[in-house]
C-alpha cells in the first residue's frame, strides 16, 4: 500500500506574465485521499490541468505511476478519471450515448461499456433517463453523470473538483462513502474543493495550496494540533491569514441596504 502514485518536484508554472505555481513539492501514496485545498486563484486547477497533461510549459517534474509525464509516454491517462468542475456535457447526446462515447475513447468495449453505464445509472436511480438527453437534465442529475464517466474504466488515480456540486444530501452521502471504499480498495483520491466540513471527513491528508506554494501538509488531526483550531475551516481561516468575514459581511449588508456611508 505504500507505490507512490504521484510525485511532484519543484513544480512552477508561469501563466500570462504571472507566477501561478511556485515550486510545488508533494508525493502521494496508494489509497490517499488527498483534500487539495486553498485559496481562489490559489493554483488548485493549474496544478491537476499540468498533472493531466493539459498544461505543459511549466518547470520542475511530474511523475504518475513512476514515469515521468514529459517523456511521451500517454499511457498513463487511461488510469486516470477525471471530474471537472464546470464540464461540457455534450447536451445533444443522450446519457447513454455520452457515457459510451467516453467508455469508448478510453479503449472499452462498447457492448461492455453500455451494460456497466446502465448499472451505475441504476444506482443513483437514473434508470428512467438512461436514453434521454443530457440537455433535459438537472444539475445534480448532469453531475452524478459526470461522476459515472470518471469512473467507467476503473481509474487508479481520480481527479474530482467539487464533485458534489448540486448534489442532494442522499446522493452526497453515496459519494463520500463512495471515496472512502475506493480508496480502501487502493484507488488513489486527489479532492478538491471549498466545502471544507467535507474534506475535513473524507480526507485522510490535506495538503493546503496558497499563491502557488505548499503552505500546510497533513492528516486533519496535524493541522488541528499545529494551529490549535477546531475545524478546517478554522485552520483554513487562521493559515490564510483571514479573520475579517465579520467585518466583510457587515460592510456588504450595509451597503445592500443603503446605509454605507463609504465613498
Ligand atoms: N491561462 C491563464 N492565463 C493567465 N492566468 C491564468 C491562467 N490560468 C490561470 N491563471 C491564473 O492562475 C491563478 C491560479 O488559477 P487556478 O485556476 O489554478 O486557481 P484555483 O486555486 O483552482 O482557484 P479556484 O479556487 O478559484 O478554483 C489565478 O490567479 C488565475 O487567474
Redesign the pocket.
Known amino acids: 500500500m505504500t507505490e507512490k502514485v504521484l510525485s511532484l518536484n519543484n513544480l512552477a508554472i508561469n ?4 507566477r ?2 511556485n515550486g510545488i513539492n508533494l508525493d502521494v501514496y496508494q489509497g490517499e485521499i488527498i483534500g487539495y485545498i ?12 499540468i498533472m493531466l497533461g493539459l498544461l505543459e510549459d511549466y518547470q520542475g517534474t511530474v511523475e504518475i505511476f513512476g514515469g515521468d509525464i514529459a517523456a511521451g509516454d500517454h499511457t498513463y491517462k487511461r488510469r486516470i478519471g477525471y471530474v471537472p ?1 464546470n464540464a461540457k456535457i455534450y447536451d445533444n447526446l443522450t446519457a447513454s450515448e455520452y457515457l459510451t462515447f467516453i467508455g469508448e475513447l478510453y479503449g472499452l468495449d462498447k457492448e461492455v461499456v453500455e451494460t456497466k453505464a446502465r448499472q451505475l445509472m441504476h444506482e443513483f436511480e437514473l434508470d428512467h433517463v438512461f436514453n434521454t438527453r443530457l440537455s433535459s437534465f438537472s444539475k445534480g442529475m448532469r453531475q452524478k453523470v459526470l461522476i459515472i464517466s470518471s469512473l467507467l474504466h476503473d481509474p487508479d488515480l481520480l481527479f474530482l ?1 467539487e464533485p458534489l456540486n448540486g448534489l442532494d444530501a442522499n446522493s452526497v452521502m453515496i459519494i463520500k462513502e463512495m471515496l472512502t471504499q475506493l480508496a480502501a480498495q487502493g484507488k488513489t483520491i486527489f479532492y ?1 474543493s ?1 466545502i471544507m466540513d467535507v474534506v475535513e471527513k473524507i480526507s485522510n491528508r490535506i495538503v493546503l ?1 496558497i499563491d ?1 506554494a505548499v503552505a500546510a501538509d497533513g492528516s486533519f488531526t496535524e493541522l488541528k494540533e499545529q494551529s490549535k483550531e477546531g475545524s478546517l475551516e478554522q485552520i483554513f481561516n487562521q493559515l490564510t491569514g483571514f479573520d475579517e468575514h465579520h467585518d466583510v459581511a457587515k460592510n456588504f449588508v450595509s451597503i445592500v441596504s443603503g446605509e454605507s456611508h463609504h465613498e
Open positions: 501563466l500570462g506574465g504571472k501561478v505555481l486553498g485559496p481562489n486563484g490559489a493554483g488548485k486547477s493549474t496544478t491537476v490541468k468542475e473538483d478538491s471549498h495550496l502557488g
